[in-house]
């Protein structure tokens, strides 16, 4: 399977905070604030802090998040989809109603129409106070004016994450 969980071994739980992390609060509240849109969307390029950002907020969140890495050898929507539902089954979450968060790190590294198929049947199929996470180095190929007029997408872009 193509679709890899990282750092190992925690399998599909958020990553550990590195040495030096700085912490976000603002953006945290920004993204603990926008539980009815269904889609968080963190797009910079390398070393800004998506990854941090979004375990910083797991953090905060009561929520159970799921974590994929998605990895450049990926094939097709049906190993992405694989991997979501092991993800699942290994959280072994048994309140679908309560909320959940499920994280696609790294999805710059899967080809666009893997990404954007399998986004938007998750994006279908969200449970109530769910929400995908794509954390990414591009710009998704997602109907993200339509998300966005629809007030169920939240953003977070290289001028939200630089240091000042």
């Given at each position: 399977m193509s679709?890899t969980?990282a750092?190992?071994?925690t399998?599909h739980?958020?990553?550990p905070f590195?040495?030096?992390?700085v912490g976000?609060?603002?953006?945290?509240k920004?993204?603990?604030d926008s539980?009815d849109?269904a889609l968080?969307?963190?797009?910079?390029?390398a070393?800004?802090g998506?990854t941090?950002?979004?375990?910083?907020?797991?953090?905060?969140?009561e929520?159970?998040?799921t974590?994929?890495?998605l990895d450049p050898?990926d094939?097709?929507?049906a190993?992405?989809?694989?991997?979501v539902?092991?993800?699942f089954?290994e959280?072994a979450?048994?309140?679908?109603d309560?909320g959940?968060v499920?994280?696609l790190?790294?999805a710059?590294?899967?080809?666009?129409?893997?990404l954007?198929?399998?986004?938007?049947?998750?994006?279908?199929?969200?449970?109530p106070?769910?929400?995908?996470?794509?954390?990414s180095?591009t710009?998704?190929?997602?109907?993200?004016g339509?998300?966005?007029?629809h007030?169920e997408?939240v953003?977070?872009r290289?001028?939200?994450l630089?240091?000042t």
């Open positions: 679709v969980c750092p190992s071994p399998g739980r958020v990553p590195r040495s030096g992390f976000r609060p603002a953006l945290v920004r993204l603990l539980r849109a968080a969307l963190i797009v910079a390029p070393g800004y998506k941090a950002l979004v375990a910083e907020w797991a953090e905060a969140d929520r159970p998040f974590w994929i890495t050898r094939g097709s929507p190993d992405l989809a694989g991997s539902v092991e993800a089954e959280g979450w048994t309140d679908r309560s959940y499920l994280v790190d790294d710059h590294a899967i080809r666009p129409a893997v954007k198929a399998v986004a938007m049947a998750l994006l279908k199929g969200l449970g106070s769910s929400q995908l996470v794509l954390a180095r710009e998704p190929p997602l109907p993200v339509r998300l966005r007029a007030r997408l953003e977070v290289t001028a939200d630089v240091m």
